[in-house]
C-alpha cells in the first residue's frame, strides 16, 4: 500500500463535516495551502522524533462554555487518549488544566485505568495539575518550566488569545476571566527547544494563529510550530496517535471504541457538557456518541491494516 494515502485518508476522516457546522473543510483547506497535504505526516513525525524514554510531554486542554462556564467535553477526552497513548511509549505525559477542572481530569484518567499523581509529578503515570484562571498565567508558566523539561507541548481545544487580548468562543463570548492564560508559555518555547502542536476544530483555539488573516474563522492570533485541524478536536488528536502508531508500528497504543464510549459517558456524568449544544449530552460538539465510536473504529482498523501490510 502507498503510504502517501495513509496519511490523506487519516486526514480525510477527521476533516468529515458530520456536525455541519461547515467550518472544518475551510480550515483544513488553508492548512493544507500552507503546509502542504502531507502536513499530517509531518506533524506526526516531529512528535514522534521527540519521544524518547523518560521524556515530558505537557498537554494543555479545558474550554469553558457561557453562560454557566462548565467545560466541555472536547478536549479533555482527548488529553486522556494522548496521555494512555504516551505512557504506552514510555514517555510522562502531564495534563494541565484549570483547576476546577482537575478532579474531572482525574475521573477519566481512573476510568481507563491509567495511574494518576495529582500535582504534577510525572514519574509514574499521568500528572495531572491544576493552575488558577488568572492573571498569574506567566508566573505559572515559569514555575512550569522551572520543574519540568518539557520536549513537546500539545495544546487540544485550549482558547486562544485574540489581536485585543481577549479570549471568545466561536459565538465571541468573551472568556477571558475563566481561562488559564496558556499562550504565554509559546514564546519561551523555541528558546527551550519545545515543539509545540496545537489541535483545534473552529479558529480560536491555540495554534489556529498559522491562518490569522487566512480565513475569517480564525480569530486568534496564537501560534504553534504544528496544528493538526478537524472537525472535532478529539478527533484531531486520534488521527495524531494514529500517526504514532503506523509510525513506531505499535497497535497497543490506538484508541478503542469501548473506550470512547466510556470516556464520553464518564465525562457527561462529571459534569462536562456538550459544546455545541451547552448541555450534558452523551455527544460531543453535537456528534452523537455512535459517530464518535465510529470515527475511532476507522482510524484504528484503517491504522492496524497499514501496519500489518
Sequence with gaps: MN?????????????????????????????????????????????????????????FTGFPIPPLYRFESDGPIGAIVLARALLHLNAKPLIIVERNLLRVIVRLALSLKLRVNVGGTVSKGVGVLGVNPSGE?????????????????????????????????????????????????????????????????????????????LSPRVITVTRTDELIVSTISNWGVYALVAGLSFIRGVIDILHKPEYEELLIREATKLGLIDGILRCKSFSVDSCPLNINKHIVGLLRNYTIRYIRC
Aim: proline share 2%.
Design 137 to 213: 498565567g506567566e508566573e505559572q508558566i515559569l514555575r512550569l518550566l522551572s520543574h519540568f523539561h518539557p520536549s513537546i507541548a500539545i495544546f487540544i481545544e485550549k482558547p486562544g488569545q485574540s489581536i485585543n487580548g481577549r479570549y471568545y468562543t466561536m459565538r465571541l463570548e468573551d472568556i477571558s476571566n475563566y481561562v488559564f492564560k496558556v499562550d504565554q508559555i509559546i514564546p519561551l518555547t523555541s528558546k527551550l527547544n519545545i515543539l509545540t502542536v496545537g489541535i483545534g476544530d473552529g479558529g480560536n483555539e491555540v495554534g489556529m494563529g498559522i491562518l490569522y488573516k
Design 3 to 59: 503510504e502517501n494515502s495513509y496519511w490523506e485518508i487519516l486526514s480525510n476522516i477527521i476533516t468529515l463535516d458530520l456536525n455541519l457546522r461547515g467550518v472544518v473543510n475551510e480550515l483544513d483547506r488553508v492548512l493544507k495551502q500552507l503546509k502542504g497535504r502531507e502536513y499530517l505526516k509531518n506533524v506526526c513525525s516531529r512528535v514522534s522524533s521527540r519521544l524518547d524514554y523518560g521524556s515530558e510531554v505537557f498537554i
